[in-house]
């Protein structure tokens, strides 16, 4: 009797102690991975690594979006299906920049029903088909290179000021702030610096938007009517995939079309019926869009 209960306790020792080691083995294994390695597209990474990290660092935008805009903003480095855990989805938006590797459908499945069913808000980017498992649930398509415009590229200096060669996958495009323009060569004001501090006055104006290396983004017809699709910014009519080499000759680059070389595509799908509450304001049901904008590359929201 005395034996068992010794092999018993033995027992239960060795689980725990298991378990423990695990417990350890998960927080270590990760710091040693990343170890020495410089932290890029980061909301609080301030720079460490020299000038090419700070400008990699999206901690302009979490300025901006903290002192212009009002909102509380939280970091997470797990996995997307934590939105199934966020208490006021509709009034919640979630970005995603740079994803590192593909996602799973399990957490591709969560986002998507995040937007289409409980109202909230993803902006996802990146250059790269990390975001197809995503995209797939929005019949969209990223492409596996990136787009080369011989008609909409800008040239940059080095940091001594001299002039780097020209490279036409360096991508400029211009985008509405609160409107979109079917035609893509109607004339588009741009929004001046007096505009942009009171947003009833850019309603009809345009930003340009620099991209360094995007790939393209296509909608795919589908018959889903609850949808409101708008491509924010595209190439023009002349770029192409560039997934054998840079010449435009080449039949292996595909040739899209200006509007169908989608650079920002953003999704709504309005009337989702869910419960407001404001403690001690307001409390009760009413209808939101939930929305997602897919961008070709995660350098457009960086402090660069």
């Excluded at 040693?32 to 932290?39: Q, R």
Aim: hydrophobic content about 40%.
């Amino acid at each position: 009797m005395a034996e068992d209960k010794s092999e018993e306790a033995n027992f239960t020792r060795m689980v725990v102690g298991s378990v423990a080691i695990t417990m350890v083995l998960l927080l270590i294994l990760p710091m040693i991975f990343v170890a020495g390695k410089a932290t890029y597209y980061s909301a609080y990474t301030e720079g460490e690594g020299g000038e090419v990290s700070s400008l990699a660092q999206v901690t302009d935008m979490r300025e901006t979006m903290v002192t212009d805009e009002g909102y509380f903003i939280a970091n997470t480095m797990s996995t997307p299906m934590l939105v199934n855990d966020w208490r006021e989805p509709h009034r919640t938006m979630l970005v995603i920049a740079a994803p590192e590797k593909p996602f799973d459908n399990a957490e591709a499945d969560a986002l998507h029903e995040f937007v289409t069913e409980r109202g909230g808000k993803v902006i996802i980017a990146a250059n790269s088909t990390n975001a197809q498992t995503v995209a797939d649930k929005f019949d969209v398509k990223f492409f596996d290179a990136p787009v080369v415009d011989p008609n909409r590229y800008y040239e940059v200096a080095s940091q001594t000021g001299e002039a780097e060669p020209a490279d036409s996958r360096k991508l400029w495009a211009v985008a509405g702030v609160n409107k979109v323009w079917d035609d893509q060569f109607e004339r588009r004001p741009y929004c001046s610096a007096e505009s942009l501090q009171d947003s009833s006055k850019y309603s009809d104006c345009a930003l340009p938007v620099l991209f360094h290396r995007p790939t393209a983004i296509q909608v795919l017809d589908n018959e889903d009517t609850s949808r409101d699709v708008k491509v924010l910014a595209h190439a023009s009519g002349s770029a192409f995939i560039a997934r054998e080499n840079m010449d435009a000759n080449d039949p292996d680059n595909p040739i899209l079309g200006g509007n169908n070389t989608g650079l920002i595509i953003r999704m709504d799908y309005p009337g989702i019926e869910t419960i407001d509450q404001v403690k001690g304001v307001r409390e009760g049901n009413v209808k939101v869009t939930g929305s997602i904008v897919f961008v070709s590359d995660h350098s457009v929201l960086a402090n660069h």
